[in-house]
């Protein structure tokens, strides 16, 4: 599989580099996307992979074995109730892990609510689900494997009849050793999520652009990407080398006559302001997913671009990070489509091998407490990232940003909910209890802030 892969990649590489080594001799095309050597410095900065994964949850390390199982489980048509649906058939790989669909299909045939979004660089995900309801792939995985549209079967039954088959038994227990039973519900979604984990989308022609190689994108690429950043605003919320920010945004998709609306972030919040938000989807491998969007309402790539162009519906929850008048001409929109192209890998490459890169470390310890931190929320990030008060300190948190927020803590011990904060208000939590906390922002979920408070 590594090899079909790495030939199918070489050889694209190869063939679309003597293309653009030929482009290389042409007159350079216009001021577009030429750049200071600085800008394109910083352009490839803004885009670079990162060299770590995240760390899994601790009771979940990424494990050969795990990950395995869990690659097993996810093309195992056993695992529904008619026992045709495995998560392969809404998460295929040809269809850069959707499946081509506006709106998936359960076991029953019967058309879901929302699109199969998918599953690229989720070990990034702070929520998982187009309106971010479910807290980490665990917590996931389980939900449409009993969800009775979806593949209709109760775990308990399905962890019964695994535990009878030997080859499952042996592939538990060496996924989870020292377990009993190793054949569990939490081992199963742990396996799935373990395998989840590994799915980094591959490298790409843009990859090795911002590794350095300037023949790696034609002019056409490079004025696109230049776009794309810059006047266009696609990475006002498409960053990053994934091309997500993680965060929910209503981006003015027009209501459909006779449907109800879908709110998606809004309720899970329990904020009117962010109805009609989803999750911003990585934009890898995503030109093999078409239809697009939440509700697969978008069918090309052209309709996208002039979407954002001239179809956005104007309403309140739109956030400020949508431009709202982008006037993009026909060359302009082949640029930005061009560029698109290149963050999808050659269409015969076949699924990568299980990669467990390695982990970041954790967090130096050590900060003195506090009475008072106050914390910045600037360019949608907390500043500083980690905060230690004293017994009973108090924490201070200033909108100085130029969209709105809603800070959460959550944990079993200590909620907070700050409701939407707009740029300019400040909100004061004095915290009581003792111990370690993570504060976000559910609308941009990747804001996290380590808040320590101190044993009196
Ligand atoms: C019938 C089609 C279908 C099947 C089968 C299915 N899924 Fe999904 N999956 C979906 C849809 C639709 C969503 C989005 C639902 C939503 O956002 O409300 C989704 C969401 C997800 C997400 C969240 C992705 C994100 O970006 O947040 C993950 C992860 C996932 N599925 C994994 C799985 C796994 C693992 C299985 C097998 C146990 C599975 N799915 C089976 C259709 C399916
Ligand atoms: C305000 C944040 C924001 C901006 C700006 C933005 N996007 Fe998006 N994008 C999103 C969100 C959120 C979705 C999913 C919306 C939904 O399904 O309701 C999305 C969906 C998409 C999709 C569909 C992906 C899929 O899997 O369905 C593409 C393609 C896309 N955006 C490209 C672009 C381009 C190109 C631009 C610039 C012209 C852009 N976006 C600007 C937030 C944004």
């Given at each position: ?5 790495l ?13 653009a ?7 350079p ?11 394109v ?9 990162p060299?770590?994964?995240?760390p899994?949850?601790?009771d ?11 690659r097993?489980?996810?093309f ?62 665990e ?18 039954t ?5 535990a ?6 042996s592939?538990?227990?060496a ?6 039973p ?5 081992n ?17 022609r ?6 350095g ?13 230049s776009?794309?950043h ?5 990475a006002n919320?498409h ?5 997500t ?15 109800a609306?879908?709110?998606g972030?809004?309720?899970v919040?329990?904020?009117a ?13 995503a ?15 052209e309709a ?10 104007d ?8 431009p ?9 929109r ?9 963050l ?30 106050r ?21 201070e ?14 944990s ?25 906390y ?11 802030l ?7």
């Amino acid at each position: 599989m590594r090899t079909r892969l790495l030939d199918g990649l070489l050889a694209g590489a190869l063939a679309l580099l003597s293309a653009a080594s030929l482009l290389a001799l042409a007159p350079p095309a216009g001021s577009a996307d030429a750049g200071s050597a600085a800008e394109v410095a910083a352009l490839r900065a803004a885009y670079r992979r990162p060299a770590e994964m995240p760390p899994p949850p601790s009771d979940n390390p990424t494990t050969a074995a795990r990950a395995q199982l869990g690659r097993r489980l996810f093309f195992d048509p056993s695992l529904s109730s008619t026992g045709t649906m495995s998560c392969s058939s809404c998460h295929q790989p040809a269809h850069g892990f959707s499946d081509g669909l506006p709106l998936a299909r359960g076991a029953g045939g019967k058309a879901l609510a929302r699109r199969s979004p998918t599953i690229w660089n989720l070990a990034w995900a702070p929520f998982l689900f187009w309106d971010g309801r479910a807290e980490g792939l665990e917590a996931q995985a389980a939900a449409p494997i009993e969800a009775h549209e979806e593949m209709g079967q109760p775990l308990g039954t399905l962890v019964e009849r695994m535990a009878g088959d030997p080859g499952w038994r042996s592939a538990f227990a060496a996924a989870f050793p020292g377990a009993s039973p190793a054949v569990s519900k939490d081992n199963l979604v742990r396996a799935l999520a373990a395998w989840e984990r590994t799915l980094v989308s591959p490298r790409t022609r843009f990859d090795a652009w911002v590794d350095g190689d300037n023949a790696a994108l034609s002019p056409a690429e490079r004025r696109g990407l230049s776009l794309f950043h810059g006047p266009a605003g696609c990475a006002n919320c498409h960053e990053g080398w994934a091309f997500t920010d993680h965060a929910f945004y209503d981006i003015g998709l027009p209501d459909r006559p006779g449907v109800a609306p879908d709110l998606g972030r809004g309720p899970v919040l329990g904020l009117a302001r962010a109805d009609r938000a989803f999750k911003t989807p990585t934009l890898r491998e995503a030109m093999r997913r078409a239809p697009f969007m939440h509700d697969g309402s978008i069918p090309t790539i052209e309709a996208v671009i002039e979407h954002y162009a001239a179809g956005v519906a104007d309403r309140p929850t739109l956030p400020p990070e949508l431009p709202r008048r982008l006037s993009l001409d026909p060359a302009q929109r082949a640029d930005l489509i061009a560029f698109l192209n290149t963050l999808t890998s050659a269409p015969d490459a076949a699924l990568p091998e299980m990669a467990t890169p390695p982990v970041a470390p954790a967090p130096p310890p050590g900060l003195t407490p506090v009475a008072r931190a106050r914390v910045s929320q600037k360019n949608r990030q907390f500043a500083p990232l980690r905060v230690a008060l004293t017994p009973g300190g108090t924490l201070e948190i200033v909108n100085d940003d130029t969209t709105a927020h809603n800070i959460r803590i959550d944990s079993p011990e200590l909620q907070r909910n700050s409701g939407i904060q707009d740029p300019g208000q400040t909100v004061t939590w004095r915290i009581p209890t003792a111990g370690r906390y993570v504060a976000f922002c559910g609308i941009h979920p990747r804001m996290r802030l380590e808040v320590t408070v101190a044993a009196p």
